[in-house]
């Protein structure tokens, strides 16, 4: 299991963003309705369709499956010497719960994000790479830990893969 979430860390960079890319990108490929007026145009869809995603967020127990998830995260970002630094000092209850806000978010889920970007919440942090890496993977352990299936747990980190860039400071 370490090999795979090992694996899966390393695999963050630009390949998993170019999953991300690809498969979680607006599908505007869909059927356009029939106009009776020439002088009316179809419009894309204000809203991405994501193919096969329609119920991630239910895969993950909604809201509460998500709190679960964040609290048994945080218990092991805290005991990992890579990710402490950056929990234990801070606002854990508040950061649970941006995550979770987060995290519904990007399952389309009926929530609204009010954290800062995550450029704006790492600024100054001295994230590095380990670090990172450490935190994807206690966060795999506590996806698995809460039963939630490989497929789903790989495209939360797929969609979260983008982030990379903005929270490793370089």
């Known amino acids: 299991m370490l090999k795979t979430t090992l694996s899966l860390a390393l695999l963050l960079g630009a390949s998993t963003a170019a999953y991300a890319q690809e498969n979680l990108a607006p599908n505007y490929n869909v059927a356009e309705p029939a106009v009776s007026d020439p002088s009316i145009k179809p419009t894309a869809p ?24 964040m609290d048994d995260a945080m218990a092991r970002w ?22 979770v806000e987060q995290f519904c978010v990007i399952m389309h889920g009926p929530c ?7 450029a ?23 996806m698995n830990k809460r ?11 797929a969609a979260l893969a983008p982030m990379h860039r903005d929270i490793i400071d370089k």
């Open 46 to 69: 204000t809203v991405p369709v994501i193919t096969d995603d329609e119920h991630l967020y239910e895969t993950f127990g909604g809201r509460e499956g998500l709190t679960a998830l």
């Open 78 to 99: 805290l005991q990992n010497p890579k990710t402490r630094p950056f929990f234990e000092a801070a606002d854990q209850t508040k950061i649970k719960a941006l995550l």
């Open 147 to 157: 039963h939630i299936p490989f497929r789903a747990q790989n495209r939360l980190i």
């Open 112 to 118: 609204t994000y009010s954290g800062r970007t995550m």
């Open 120 to 142: 704006e919440a790492h600024r100054g942090m001295n994230v590095k790479e380990g670090n990172f890496y450490g935190l994807v993977e206690e966060l795999q352990v506590a």
